[in-house]
């Protein structure tokens, strides 16, 4: 097996000079083969998978690896920025056999009452809701405004949180991806938010995913019950931003969609799949660790060592031909979604409520265009995700499109049959 000469210096994704270009960092690892070591916070190095077939083989891998990240984490400092995404819970995403069978099912199965005719209908209405609050005004943030805000209602509504609750909800879950100072405060009032949450729906349950994860054949305690939603929270509140985001944006600049929303031959679905190829939105975890001290496609590991997955490298690494109808050709799948058992398990809840999204903002804001050069964009710091700032778009103002109060409430919860 070949042997790959490794950097002097793990390089750094934490900075904005990661954030303002992923790529050519990834071009500069790939030098090194299919894993090279980086830096995530100061201090706090791993391995980054950026080859393809060897994140596919990684991913697939439970006998070599394991999610418990226990053993790295005792030798990394107790404040460390990187330990709200990567220190362990009791959750799906850190754990192994049985006990991740346990968690993943209670999981699988609560989002399994998501019906999707539901959940467009109240997404439209929320998108429409949220349009109509700028709309008027011929120009607005998509991010702040809009993309940030759309994947809160959601929660809200089917989770049962407190619509008080909302922004530390938001600050809680940005607060940790970013990787910065304050990460461990920001998670720690999200895990507050949702223990009191889990507590009130324990002595009093509704028709909500939070009585129903309570009451699941799993019988989850409190806790565990608790890290399930921080994690469904954490994997979708962000993550969804940022891909309704990045397919906005990639409809606004890429010539195929004519520089607006709605002047492009290509559909909300077609920006989606390409993000999902070549900017996804979690750019970088799928955090494992070797069971023992082994050679992993040409590379020596240490036991216990940290390995990342770069969705973003893989993909872009793997990406087959666009055609000029923009159908892409190839068998390889992107790796957006991870894969594997530890595979998203919201996907597609997720994809339909981006569809939904962008389809609001090309059905209500034709003639959006970027209001700022694209090199002015700025992009959120952090190892973990691809996120922006902000998204500025100008446009023609409309008419109000929907009525809104300023006490208005986010759409009607739906009945969940609890026990079902």
């Given at each position: 097996?070949t ?5 002097p210096q ?7 000079d990661f954030?303002?270009?992923?790529h ?6 790939r ?16 391995m980054l ?10 991913l ?8 418990d990240?226990?053993a790295w984490?005792a030798?990394?400092?107790s404040d ?6 990567l ?7 850190f ?5 991740h069978a346990r968690y ?11 019906e ?10 929320v998108?429409?809701?949220?349009i ?20 809160l209602?959601?929660f809200v509504?089917?989770?049962?949180v407190?619509?008080?609750d909302?922004?530390?909800?938001v600050?809680?879950i940005?607060g940790?991806?970013n990787?910065?100072?304050g990460?461990a405060?920001a998670y720690?009032?999200?895990?507050d ?16 995913l939070?009585?129903?994860?309570l009451?699941?054949?799993a019988?989850?305690?409190n806790?565990e ?14 993550p ?6 990045n ?6 600049t890429?010539e195929?969609y ?27 975890l ?10 992993f496609?040409?590379?020596?590991l240490?036991?216990?060592?940290l ?18 109808t ?7 799948a992107h ?12 996907k ?20 959006a265009?970027l ?11 952090g ?16 008419d109000?499109?929907v009525?809104v ?9 739906p009945e ?5």
């Amino acid at each position: 097996m070949t042997s790959h000469p490794q950097p002097p210096q793990p390089l750094a994704l934490y900075g904005p000079d990661f954030a303002a270009d992923p790529h050519g960092h990834y071009r500069t690892l790939r030098e090194h083969g299919p894993l090279a070591p980086v830096r995530i916070a100061p201090g706090i190095e791993a391995m980054l998978v950026t080859d393809y077939q060897a994140a596919v083989d990684l991913l697939r891998d439970t006998h070599t690896f394991s999610k418990d990240p226990r053993a790295w984490q005792a030798t990394v400092p107790s404040d460390s920025p990187v330990l709200p995404v990567l220190g362990h819970r009791p959750t799906a995403l850190f754990s192994d056999g049985a006990e991740h069978a346990r968690y993943r099912d209670a999981i699988n199965d609560t989002l399994a009452l998501i019906e999707p005719h539901i959940l467009r209908a109240q997404v439209a209405g929320v998108a429409q809701q949220l349009i109509a609050e700028f709309a008027t005004t011929g120009s607005g943030d998509l991010i702040a405004q809009y993309a940030r805000l759309l994947p809160l209602h959601v929660f809200v509504t089917w989770f049962g949180v407190d619509p008080a609750d909302g922004d530390r909800i938001v600050d809680g879950i940005g607060g940790m991806m970013n990787s910065a100072q304050g990460a461990a405060a920001a998670y720690a009032d999200l895990v507050d938010v949702v223990t009191r949450l889990v507590a009130d729906r324990r002595a009093r349950p509704r028709r909500d995913l939070t009585s129903y994860f309570l009451a699941h054949p799993a019988r989850l305690d409190n806790d565990e019950t608790v890290r399930q939603i921080t994690l469904l929270m954490s994997a979708g509140h962000d993550p969804e931003t940022n891909l309704i985001g990045n397919a906005t944006l990639h409809m606004l600049t890429d010539e195929r969609y004519a520089g607006s929303l709605h002047g492009g031959a290509m559909t909300a679905h077609e920006a989606i799949n390409e993000v999902l190829w070549q900017d996804p939105p979690i750019a970088n975890l799928a955090a494992h660790y070797p069971r023992h001290d082994t050679e992993f496609h040409g590379v020596r590991l240490r036991a216990g060592q940290l390995v990342l997955v770069s969705f973003g490298a893989a993909n872009t690494q793997s990406r087959p031909a666009t055609s000029d109808t923009g159908v892409r050709s190839g068998g390889s799948a992107h790796l957006a979604w991870s894969a594997g058992p530890h595979r998203c398990p919201a996907k597609q809840p997720a994809l339909l409520i981006a569809m939904t999204a962008i389809e609001q903002l090309t059905s209500q804001l034709c003639d959006a265009e970027l209001a700022v050069p694209v090199s002015e964009l700025l992009w959120r710091p952090g190892p973990f995700h691809r996120a922006l700032v902000h998204l500025p778009v100008r446009f023609t103002p409309l008419d109000t499109l929907v009525s809104v109060g300023p006490d208005r409430e986010p759409a009607r919860r739906p009945e969940v049959p609890i026990g079902s």
